[in-house]
Every structure is written in structure tokens, then in C-alpha cells.
């Protein structure tokens, strides 16, 4: 493809943003290259320096890393306007394909041939999240400290129930003060290896070496566009308490959603462990296996990772419906779920970016990501293990006291065609490289052969 020649409109602007939103399969790793390809290599918008210095802040905020970058990108050509359509147009085509297929499973996840299909995706999307664990590690892991942080993480996780926020929270403090006091092991700086390996000059770019002027904005007015953002996200959340109550659904849903946009670093693998903790374990909208099937949904369409939680939101009012019949209620509900995760995204942008430009280099930061970085490999190692157990056990068992809170299997209810399903799928991913999509489809089959026999 011809590369731009020059500064693109935004109804240009547009056409790109729209396709790589229904390109945008295979989590964020897988995203990220996408727009890298598109953005950097092909229309040479921006150049590697800076598409890697917007994704380094995107990963320091809580919320998809990936949706963040589009629309900071969307803002440094376009505004605030560019990056409200750059935003809004990488999660509009999962927005559809979740709610589809979310009133499909509501409807219908009870029945023998669904009931098959979700069961074989459980074993693919395990093998995923360990792929994902092992890529983000060969990365992040780059000495003994990283290794520590990530062990130390996983441990206090699995093993305590350490809530998530204050692992990540612990590991950008101890990142910053270890730069901070000149430890060689946090010199490195940090960020995704997923661009790939073109290195594309800022100046032989559209944008070019400095900020845009039109991107040059002063305080007031990023102040007041925040403002703007931060009414739209909380007036909902707001409004819903006030008039249902805390007890209602929507307002369980409206807290917990701002709560999770709020305090979820260390994207897509690493907020799933925070949300299916919470989702299932103390509200109670789903169950360990329909978490795993929500998550094999959005990895097989287009879209941020995350968009599994407007499926966590659509269950749990489909549920629990109150007045509403239960497809109303799930339809809100998942919308409602949708609106306070994603507004956030764009006030974080809205209100750091300008300033964040001027921050070409920092080590702090950049060492502060690489220890959460490094935290996150241990937050996603105890998800695949999480899941693990539910997919090949047909029954888990939660041990406290002492000051351990963990789940161990019960050997005897081992589920031998939930083994030999999650066997196949890893040997696809890491023998043969089979990617995700052909996974999850390999595996949708084989649970159909097999009947979905156990299936949980």
C-alpha cells in the first residue's frame, strides 16, 4: 500500500481508524502490531520513537493499553475530535459482536451444541493465556529484580489474595524508586516488544519530529475537556444509585466498572484476573467456566480484549432483571458496562497527553513500567492457572487461614476430555503455532465431537 504524502483530513482519518477497528483481532500484543504496520510503516504517520513513547504512558494508565494508544494517536493528528473517533471506532465493531453473541449465550448457553462449542473454547483460550504469560515474560523478565517482582506477584496473588491494584501499585513504586537510586536493573525503561522491527524516523513522518500545533493545548483547555469526559462517565454512575439504590444491579455494575477503569494497570490478561475475581467470586454473575467462555468470545472478535466485560455486565443484569425482561436488562447492562470502561479511557488521554508530549524521556517512568511490566507477567500466570483449574477440574476448593486464600483442585473430579483438549490446544500454540483464531475454532469443533462431555 502507497504510504500517505500528506497530512490526512479526518474523513481520511476516519476510513483508517474504521478498518483497523474490524482488523483488530488477537488481544493487544496483536493490535498494537496492527496499527505499528498501519500507522507507522504504512502511512507513516507517526515514527517509531513516538509511537513507542505514546504506548510507554498508555501502559502506565489503568484500561486497555491498546484502545488508549488509538486514541491518543486519533488526538495527535485530529484533536479531540480525532481521538473521540479513533476510540469510538476500535471498540464499535466488538461492541456489536459481544451483545450478538452475549443474547446468543443468554438465550441459548444451555443448550447440548452451545454448551459443546463454549466448552471447547475454554480449552483454547487457556492455551492463550498461557501464550500470552510466556511472550509478555520473555520480554519483561530482563534480570533477577523483574524475575522477583513477577514471582513476588504471582505469589501474592494466588496465594494471599492480595487485591491486584496494590500489586500493581507496589511494583511501579518499587520500578520508580529503584531508578530513582540508580539500580542498574531499572536503567533499561520498559514498554511492549510487539511493534515488530521496522524503525521508521520521526522526521521522515507526517507529524514529524515535535508536537502539532494543534495538539499544542494549554491547561484550560485539556481541564476542560476532562471536565467534560468525567461528567459523562460519572453522571450515569451517579444518577443510578441515586434513583435504584445501591443493591440494584446497574448500580453493582456502574461501581464496579468505574471502581475496575480506575484501578486496572497492566492491561487486558492482567484486568481479567482483577475482574473475574470479582465477577465471580463475590457477586456472583457468572460462573468460573462462563467467564472462560466470555473471554473466548472476544478473542475471536474484533476489538479490545477487555469488551469480555460487557458480556460479564450483560449476564449479570440478564439475571438478575428486576422489573426489565431479562434481554432488556442484559442489553443495558452490558452497555452500561461498555460506558463506564471505555469513557475513562479518553479523560486519561484527554487530560495527559498534552503535558506527556513534553516528556519525550523520562526514566522513572519508564523504569516504574518495567517493574509493572514484570508484575503483570505474575498477575497472568495466576489467571492461566486459575483457569486451568476450572477447565480441567470439575471441582475446585478454596483454602483459607494463616493468611493464605487459595483454590486447589480436587484430583478425583480431574475431567479427562478437558485434559486432552487443553493438551492439543497448547501443542497447537507452541509446537505447531497455530494462531488464536484457528485455535479457538480447532477447539469449538472439538467440543462439538466431543459432546462437550463434562462440560463446565
Given at each position: 500500500?502507497?504510504?500517505?504524502?500528506?497530512?490526512?483530513?479526518?474523513?481520511?482519518?476516519?476510513?483508517?481508524?474504521?478498518?483497523?477497528?474490524?482488523?483488530?483481532?488477537?488481544?493487544?500484543?496483536?493490535?498494537?502490531?496492527?496499527?505499528?504496520?498501519?500507522?507507522?510503516e504504512e502511512r507513516r504517520w507517526l515514527g517509531e520513537k513516538r509511537f513507542l513513547h505514546a504506548l510507554n504512558y498508555c501502559m502506565l494508565l489503568p484500561g486497555p493499553e491498546a484502545m488508549q494508544l488509538a486514541v491518543y494517536i486519533g488526538w495527535l493528528m485530529h484533536r479531540t475530535l480525532g481521538g473521540i473517533i479513533a476510540g469510538a471506532?476500535?471498540?464499535?465493531?466488538?461492541?456489536?459482536?459481544?451483545?450478538?453473541?452475549?443474547?446468543?449465550?443468554?438465550?441459548?448457553?444451555?443448550?447440548?451444541?452451545?454448551?459443546?462449542?463454549?466448552?471447547?473454547?475454554?480449552?483454547?483460550?487457556?492455551?492463550?493465556?498461557?501464550?500470552?504469560?510466556?511472550?509478555?515474560?520473555?520480554?519483561?523478565?530482563?534480570?533477577?529484580?523483574?524475575?522477583?517482582?513477577?514471582?513476588?506477584?504471582?505469589?501474592?496473588?494466588?496465594?494471599?489474595?492480595?487485591?491486584?491494584?496494590?500489586?500493581?501499585?507496589?511494583?511501579?513504586?518499587?520500578?520508580?524508586?529503584?531508578?530513582?537510586?540508580?539500580?542498574?536493573?531499572?536503567?533499561?525503561?520498559?514498554?511492549?516488544?510487539?511493534?515488530?522491527?521496522?524503525?521508521v524516523a520521526d522526521s521522515d513522518t507526517i507529524l514529524g519530529e515535535e508536537t502539532p500545533e494543534h495538539a499544542q493545548v494549554d491547561r484550560a483547555y485539556a481541564w476542560r475537556v476532562s471536565a467534560i469526559f468525567l461528567?459523562?462517565?460519572?453522571?450515569?454512575?451517579?444518577?443510578?444509585?441515586?434513583?435504584?439504590?445501591?443493591?440494584?444491579?446497574?448500580?453493582?455494575?456502574?461501581?464496579?466498572?468505574?471502581?475496575?477503569a480506575v484501578v486496572t494497570f497492566g492491561g487486558a490478561y492482567a484486568v481479567l484476573a482483577y475482574v473475574a475475581q470479582e465477577a465471580v467470586q463475590n457477586y456472583g454473575w457468572l460462573q468460573p467456566g462462563e467467564m472462560l467462555d466470555g473471554l473466548g468470545m472476544a478473542e475471536t472478535t474484533p476489538g479490545p480484549l477487555i469488551m469480555v466485560t460487557q458480556f460479564v455486565g450483560f449476564m449479570g443484569a440478564f439475571r438478575d432483571p428486576g422489573a426489565l425482561s431479562p434481554l432488556t436488562a442484559g442489553a443495558l447492562g452490558g452497555l452500561l458496562t461498555t460506558w463506564v470502561t471505555f469513557t475513562p479511557c479518553f479523560l486519561w488521554i484527554f487530560l495527559g497527553a498534552p503535558f506527556v508530549e513534553r516528556l519525550r524521556e523520562n526514566r522513572e517512568l519508564g523504569a516504574a513500567l518495567t517493574a509493572i511490566t514484570a508484575a503483570v507477567v505474575g498477575v497472568i500466570l495466576n489467571l492461566a492457572v486459575w483457569f486451568g483449574l476450572h477447565v480441567a477440574f470439575d471441582e475446585v476448593r478454596n483454602v483459607t487461614g494463616y493468611g493464605f486464600d487459595l483454590d486447589l483442585p480436587v484430583l478425583s473430579t480431574l475431567n479427562p476430555a478437558a485434559a486432552l483438549l487443553i493438551i492439543a490446544a497448547l501443542i497447537a500454540v507452541f509446537r505447531f503455532r497455530v494462531g488464536p483464531v484457528t485455535v479457538l475454532a480447532g477447539c469449538a469443533v472439538a467440543g462439538l465431537a466431543l459432546g462437550g462431555v463434562g462440560a463446565v
Open positions: 500500500m502507497m504510504r500517505d504524502t500528506h497530512f490526512p483530513t479526518l474523513a481520511e482519518a476516519t476510513r483508517v481508524w474504521a478498518r483497523i477497528g474490524l482488523l483488530s483481532f488477537g488481544g493487544p500484543a496483536g493490535q498494537i502490531a496492527l496499527m505499528h504496520r498501519i500507522l507507522v471506532l476500535f471498540v464499535l465493531p466488538g461492541v456489536v459482536a459481544i451483545m450478538a453473541l452475549s443474547v446468543v449465550y443468554g438465550l441459548y448457553g444451555d443448550v447440548g451444541v452451545v454448551e459443546a462449542a463454549f466448552f471447547g473454547l475454554k480449552a483454547a483460550v487457556l492455551a492463550i493465556v498461557v501464550q500470552a504469560v510466556i511472550r509478555i515474560g520473555s520480554r519483561a523478565l530482563a534480570n533477577g529484580a523483574m524475575v522477583a517482582i513477577a514471582a513476588a506477584s504471582f505469589v501474592a496473588i494466588f496465594a494471599f489474595g492480595v487485591p491486584f491494584p496494590a500489586i500493581i501499585a507496589a511494583a511501579g513504586l518499587i520500578g520508580f524508586l529503584g531508578a530513582r537510586a540508580g539500580l542498574d536493573a531499572f536503567q533499561g525503561g520498559g514498554g511492549h516488544d510487539a511493534v515488530g522491527k521496522a524503525r461528567a459523562l462517565w460519572l453522571t450515569p454512575v451517579l444518577l443510578l444509585f441515586a434513583l435504584l439504590g445501591r443493591e440494584h444491579v446497574f448500580s453493582h455494575i456502574a461501581g464496579f466498572f468505574s471502581v475496575m
